[in-house]
Structure formats: structure tokens, C-alpha cells
């Protein structure tokens, strides 16, 4: 059954999470705009921003601003439409503090961050308009969830190796990569020498496509993957939760330490721009932005889901496989400053891992980049209003 609606002290400033439970199809109850026709495709009009909301948009936003321009699957801007139909990369970043700077993170339309072994953090990074991009990485080793994760997307995996678990996933037809380790695949990579190893391996946009043409993988999407992933609604009509009522509680600090105990990662809330931004422990010994060296900018997102996941340990250095099919765990979706409890589901492998509200409805989420924490079923992280 699906878990109870977790109980929240609203004059606590920290909540304390839960980790998975069992999803349960047969409520029934939503809330009222959930019945609306319209809201199949944009939030009910309980949730347009309105003139005196700082970081509203015109309606401007519903047709695109030059001829030719189509929604991004990854994050409902409006793009070229030759960028919508070119595949995504899918980079391995690692994350500890001696791996920083990275370089054109902020670039990135979707991140992931998970845990490998020994509790260091590591990223994927998806990005959409790949081609023109200078420094990439930097880049590390491969874990088979990362590719799970990469596939539902189409996206070239651009990695640097990995352990023998991944070895058969690699091996699958379908996949299609960009290896360090593999000799036809090392012109992609440079390393800066000023850099000590292993956090000195990067790649450029250029790199890439010269790879991805020699191997002669296609450029354009194969029909594997959902064309529809996330569910979106344009910036006029921003998804501002009203419609949970009591149940979307605010959250303009979420503090993801406790699953991430090396980086200690969180995210502040801006109210002017109605972004979250990213900070975390970094290689001076301070935390602070988490800052992109190439372009100078702090890493911001619209939508951030947090993902709980079952997981196994697969020997004695602590090597996991994380459970990417299923649904019986749950999670929390966070945008515009509130959050509302979900549970999530991925059936199979190019298949979108979709996210449910409380009454079984996919949720909406707004336009513009999202930040995925994966988070290992027995930990917890906190936010507060």
C-alpha cells in the first residue's frame, strides 16, 4: 500500500524523511484542478503567476520566440528544432572536492547525483545542446544505474571506464558509448596536466561528434526511449502546487548532507528568480556555490527531484547496484519554494522514470532545468520552510 502522507509539524523548520514505500493505485481523491481537461497539458489557472510575481513571465512564453524553434523534451524551453532532434550526452562527473572545479556544468539540462562506493558523490550530467561546448568534465568511471538513468533518454554515455559490473550493459547492442578506455574512443579526451589524476580527464562538444561520426552512431533520436519524459507546463502557467493545498509544504532550504555526507550538498531558494541554488562542501574545506569554471555561474535549477531507491552492496569495496526498475518508492518533488511528497516508477530500460503525486496522477513540473538526488533507502535529508 502506498505510504501514509508523512506527517509534518509545521513548527518544526527540519523535516525528517522517510525512505521507500509501496505505491498503491486505488485512491481515488484528487485535488480539484487534477480534474480539470486543461491541466493534461498546462496547471489549472489557480496557478498563473500573476504581474506582481517576481519571477512571472509574459505569455510571451507560449509561442516561440523565432520560426522554427520547438519545445526541449528535457526541459520545455524553447530550442532550435535541429537541437531538439539531435541525442543528448550523458557525462560521468565526480564530485568530491578534489575533483573541482568542473567545467560547463551549468550547461547541463538535467543532473543526476548519486553515491558510489565509500559515500563519494558522483554526477551524470545530460546535456542537451552538446555540439559548440568548450571544456567538458571533468570525467570519471561508469556504474550501471548511470546508464540506466542515460537511457532514458537516448543519451551518449561519455565516460571513463568502470568496473567489470558494467561490463555486460556496455556489451548490449544498443548501447552506445564514448570510452576512455577504449582506444577507438580516446581522441575524445585530453587531460590537463595541471591538474594530479584521476580528476584531470575532459572532453569537448567537438571531441564528442568527431567520435560519435567515426563510429557511426546516429545523431538522431532511435525510438527507444519515451518521447515524452517529464511532464511540463510553460513558465506562464507555473506549477505553484496551490492546487496540494495543506499538503505542499514550503521548502526554500533542502539539505541534502545526510545522503551526501562528503559533499554536503543544499539548496537556497531564490525568490527573485524563482530558482534553487546549489552549494556544497568544496576543495578549500568551506562549503560554499557550487561554482562552474567555465562559465563563472553558480548551479541553479526549476524542478529538483529527490529519489529514494533500494540498493544492494556487491562486495567488499563497496561497489552497489542501485535499483532503477520499480515502484514501491517514493520521494519528494521541490519547485517555486514547496515540495509534495511522490512515489516513482521506471519499467523498463529506455522507459521514463515517471513520478506520482498522492492520488496517482503523473506530476507537472515547470519549465527549465532539474536536479535529480538519488538518495539510498535508510537515508534521510531535511528541508524547512
Not at 548532507?257 to 559533499?263: A, Q
Request: net charge negative; glycine share 8%; proline share 3%.
Amino acid at each position: 500500500m502506498r505510504q501514509a502522507k508523512i506527517g509534518i509539524l509545521l513548527t518544526a523548520a527540519i523535516l525528517l524523511l522517510s525512505a521507500c514505500s509501496k505505491a498503491d493505485s486505488g485512491d481515488t481523491d484528487t485535488p480539484e484542478s487534477q480534474h480539470s481537461a486543461s491541466e493534461q497539458n498546462a496547471v489549472s489557472g489557480n496557478n498563473i503567476i500573476s504581474d506582481d510575481n517576481p519571477f512571472g513571465t509574459s505569455t510571451d512564453d507560449l509561442q516561440p520566440p523565432h520560426e522554427g524553434m520547438v519545445r526541449s523534451r528535457l526541459t520545455n524551453e524553447w530550442v532550435d528544432s535541429d537541437v531538439a532532434q539531435t541525442r543528448p550526452i550523458a557525462v560521468i562527473v565526480p564530485n568530491e572536492a578534489g575533483a573541482l572545479p568542473q567545467y560547463n556544468l551549468s550547461r547541463a539540462s538535467v543532473i543526476y547525483e548519486a553515491n558510489v562506493e565509500k559515500r563519494v558523490s558522483r554526477m551524470m550530467a545530460v546535456f542537451e545542446d552538446w555540439q559548440d561546448l568548450g571544456t567538458i568534465g571533468n570525467i570519471r568511471s561508469l556504474r550501471t544505474y548511470y546508464a540506466y538513468w542515460a537511457f532514458e533518454w537516448d543519451a551518449f554515455l561519455v565516460h571513463s571506464g568502470g568496473p567489470y559490473f558494467v561490463d555486460d550493459l556496455l556489451a548490449q547492442p544498443d548501447t552506445q558509448n564514448i570510452n576512455d578506455h577504449i582506444g577507438t574512443d580516446s581522441s575524445a579526451f585530453f587531460r590537463d596536466e595541471s591538474r594530479p589524476m584521476p580528476h584531470n580527464l575532459f572532453t569537448t562538444g567537438k571531441n564528442i561528434w568527431n567520435v560519435i561520426q567515426k563510429k557511426g552512431y546516429s545523431l538522431q533520436y532511435r525510438g527507444l526511449c519515451d518521447e515524452h519524459h517529464y511532464r511540463f507546463t510553460d513558465k506562464a502557467n507555473q506549477n505553484m502546487l496551490t492546487q496540494y493545498g495543506d499538503d505542499a509544504v514550503g521548502a526554500t532550504y533542502i539539505d541534502m548532507s545526510g545522503c551526501y555526507p562528503l559533499t554536503r550538498c543544499y539548496f537556497e531558494y531564490n525568490e527573485d528568480d524563482g530558482l534553487y541554488y546549489r552549494s556544497q562542501h568544496l576543495s578549500g574545506g568551506d562549503d560554499g556555490p557550487h561554482t562552474d569554471a567555465a562559465t563563472g555561474e553558480q548551479l541553479k535549477f526549476k524542478n529538483i527531484l529527490v529519489q529514494y531507491v533500494n540498493y544492494e552492496e556487491l562486495n567488499d569495496d563497496g561497489y552497489m547496484a542501485l535499483d532503477c526498475h520499480d515502484n514501491t518508492c517514493d520521494g519528494w518533488y521541490f519547485t517555486n519554494g514547496r515540495g509534495i511528497h511522490v512515489t516513482w516508477e521506471k519499467s523498463s530500460d529506455y522507459g521514463a522514470t515517471r513520478y506520482y503525486d498522492e492520488y496517482g496522477n503523473e506530476i507537472i513540473m515547470n519549465t527549465g532545468k532539474t536536479m535529480v538526488c538519488i538518495v539510498l533507502n535508510g537515508d534521510n535529508f531535511t528541508f524547512r520552510e
